[in-house]
Structures are given as C-alpha cells and as structure tokens.
C-alpha cells in the first residue's frame, strides 16, 4: 500500500469532505505545509507561543492549513482569513500529568462546523494507558466527521510516546488510525520511515517535535519525509521557535511544493534572513 494522493481519495468520499480536504492540499503538488500552533492545550504558553496572535499573524499568509484550538481561532485569528483550518478537538489534561493520554474530545463537531473549519484532529495514544479510549474517540469522531463532511486528522505518537518513535510503532499507530477511518495521519519522521508510508493508506503529514539542533537539521526532516511518501507537514516549534519563522515556513514551502533540495530550501532561507525585519503585528 502507498500513501494515496488525497484526490484520488475522493471517489470514496462525500463532496463536502472531499472539498474540505482539496483546500488543505496544494492541486499542484497535492501536498500541504500545515503551521501547527495547538501546543499551548496541553504545555500552556510555550516559548515563542506566548502571544499566539503575535505569532501566528506573520505566518498565516504562508500556510496552507493552521492547526490550532477554537480558543486560540476565535481569540487570535481574523475571521476574514483565507487559510484553512485544522481544528484540534482533543484534550482534557497537562503537562502537569505523568500520563498524557487520558485525553477526551472537547468540542463537538456542530462548534466545528459553526467554526467553518476544514478539518477536526485529535491524538491517538497507541501503547499507551488509555489507549483504547483514543481510539474509540477517533472511531466516534469520524462516524460524526462523515456525517457533516468533516476530515479526520488522528495524531499519533503524541506526549510520552514520542519515545516510541521508530518505524514499526509509527507503523502500527498510523495503520490503526487509518483502518478506523482517519482521513489523513499526523506522524513523525524515523529511519525507514517508508515502511510507515507504504503501510498507511491515508496521506501522511509529518510533524517536527521539539526545536532540533538547526534550521537545516528541520529541512532535512521535511526533505527526507516528502521524499519518501509524507504528504505534508504539520510543523510548529522548528518554525516559530527559529529566529527566522518567516524564512523558515517559505523553505519548507520550497520542500514540500517545490522538491527542493535542502541546499536550494537553505538558499531560500538565508536570502529571506538578509532582507530587512517587518514590524510583527501584536
Ligand atoms: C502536539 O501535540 C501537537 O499535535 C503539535 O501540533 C505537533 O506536535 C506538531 O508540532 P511540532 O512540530 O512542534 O511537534
């Protein structure tokens, strides 16, 4: 099995849900740059997230899908904006836990209609304590997502299971994910991450995690990811936690839409870094 270009998904799908996922998705390269901003629903307000408005407003142009709360969609974003939304419908506990997996769904998929949003996302916590109650949540939340034409997007590997992140687990939470109906997959990236890729019949968007060593080591990623099937990303920390947001989500735009290569991305980078600081808009 191979990751299927999310058209040619659409003969199994109603025309609304087929709609919501075609304007996440780029009709040129059929893939998505996601800007993920959700963190603060478990971690609060994480660094160079404190002031979600401040920094989501120069990224937004740049996005091709924001993946956030409804607090933080209807406290910090215009309602005039263009750029879709991924709605996380997850939560319901802290960093504060030892166990970050008892999670429940937070909203109901009406909000997320009356919120016009083109996608509801929550985490799944394959191997985990509550396992089976993510994973009934994602069945619940696709039999609804069906019924008002609304993409599920299930994220795996989530918290403490990040420490699980190789080929055979991601592997294992993505097929799962997929066979329960999820409409995309949120993952991360690992060695023979082909073997997640082949096994998932749903695209795949790959997540960054914690800020890495360099902006380059975060290109690699995402180069290495499309190269070998991934969709998409939905990144966040290696994007607003750079000192060069901007630059860094217009290079990863040059990966995922573009092919490029992560010394062209890096070319892209370092000429947006030379151009003259805009005012941030707070
Ligand atoms: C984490 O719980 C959220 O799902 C994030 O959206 C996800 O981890 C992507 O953000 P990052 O690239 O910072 O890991």
Same mark, same amino acid.
């Given at each position: 099995m191979r990751a299927l270009d999310p058209s040619e998904n659409e003969v199994a799908m109603d025309w609304g849900l087929a709609n919501r996922m075609a304007r996440m998705f780029s009709p040129g390269s059929q893939n998505s740059v996601m800007l993920a901003v959700d963190h603060g629903?478990? @971690?609060?307000?994480?660094?160079?997230l404190e002031n979600p408005r401040a920094t989501i407003a120069p990224l937004l142009p740049h996005a091709d899908a924001l993946a956030l709360t409804r607090g933080i969609l209807r406290t910090c974003v215009p309602p005039s904006t263009r750029t879709p939304i991924v709605l996380r419908v997850s939560g319901g506990v802290t960093v504060l836990q030892e166990d970050l997996s008892?999670?429940?769904?937070? %909203?109901?998929?009406?909000?997320? %209609?009356r919120l016009n949003v083109s996608a509801v996302a929550l985490s799944v916590f394959v191997g985990s304590p509550h396992e089976h109650s993510s994973l009934v949540h994602l069945s619940e939340l696709v039999d609804q997502g069906e019924g008002a034409g609304m993409p599920v997007l299930a994220i795996t590997a989530v918290g403490k299971e990040l420490e699980k992140r190789d080929a055979r687990y991601l592997a294992l939470a993505c097929r799962v994910s997929a066979?329960?109906?999820?409409? @995309? %997959?949120?993952? *991360? *990236?690992?060695d023979d991450f082909e073997k997640v890729v082949e096994g998932c019949p749903v695209p795949i968007v790959v997540a960054g995690g914690p800020r890495l060593d360099s902006d380059q080591a975060a290109l690699e990623l995402a180069h290495n990811a499309i190269a070998l099937g991934a969709k998409g990303i939905d990144m966040g920390r290696n994007i607003w936690q750079s000192d060069y947001p901007v630059a860094m989500l217009k290079a990863l735009r040059s990966i995922v839409h573009e092919q490029a290569t992560v010394g062209e991305a890096m070319d892209i980078l370092n000429e947006e870094k030379a151009r003259p600081p805009r005012a941030t808009v707070a």
């Open positions: 629903y478990f @971690m609060g307000p994480t660094r160079r008892d999670e429940d769904i937070t %909203v109901s998929i009406e909000d997320a %209609v066979e329960l109906g999820a409409h @995309m %997959v949120k993952t *991360y *990236y690992c």
